[in-house]
């Protein structure tokens, strides 16, 4: 053995031996309430209250009962939502109304009471038309068949705008008795699915709620009537003489910011969860002395498309 791997050899047992374990503490916060709550019009109040945990407790979720949540419409009190199994409470009668500013607050014994405000949307969005094709994407030398939905929506000028777009397939088919030989119709059935999404288009988000919808704003064109593409994937069925209609519905949503920003910050974070060289992603709060989110959207534009 030479004198300079004799060297090499004794430095690396000395950076070895000088190894250092230290242990840091992580300062232990006192739990807070935590409120999950949409308000969507023409439906009930609905809040899920549940508690913060340590960064280390990997227990499931505490859902809080036995709490006290009140609802406030443009300051005044408009109702004590009852109490409910498993942290959620729901409203009888009472229900949001587009354009009126709304307060929750919500008090439990050991909790600092947490608050937060949210005003709907005043005005839906309107879809002008809908076009639809058949496009071929490839992915990796991978090349598959989508359907493509070419949308037109008129934008509000007078407003700051955030969107969210879902697209479902309805398809109603036969419903057929297999326990008997030959199978005999009975009965007619609905699916209603979800379809993932995908879009090219510059002014969508680039994390799309792993293809269930995609949010956006009127950054690029606010004021202005506004064409957007977004595709699905092309699906055939097994037993086409089986089906009685299949149309594709398009749901469009103007929601408010917060909705919005809490959607895209928990999408971003979903995106890079598993991802050791990506940033912390702090997902938006907008509850007072607590975590969550207390935010909605107006009614949803619906529009209907029918394929040949």
Known sequence: MNKLSIIFFLASLFFISCETVIDVEIPLEPAKLVINSTLIPGQPFRVHLSSSQHILDNSDYKSISGAEIKIYEDGQLLTTLPDSTEGNYISGTFMPIVGKKYRVEASKNGFETVTAEETLPKNAVKIISVKTDTVERN??????????FDIEIDDDVNEENYYEIIIKRITIGLYYDYSQDPPVITDTITRVRNRPLQSEDPSLEEFQNYGQSIYFDDGLFNGKKYHMKVSTQSEGFSNPEDVLEDYYEIYLRNTSE???????????????????????????????????????????????????
């Open 139 to 148: 992915d990796f030398d991978y090349i598959e068949q989508r359907l493509e």
């Open 258 to 308: 917060a909705y919005y920003l809490y959607k895209r910050s928990t999408e971003l974070q979903n995106w890079t969860e598993d991802d050791p060289f990506a940033q912390p992603v702090q997902v938006y709060n907008n509850i007072n002395n607590g975590y969550g989110i207390f935010a909605g959207y107006n009614n949803e534009m619906v529009y209907k498309v029918e394929l040949d």
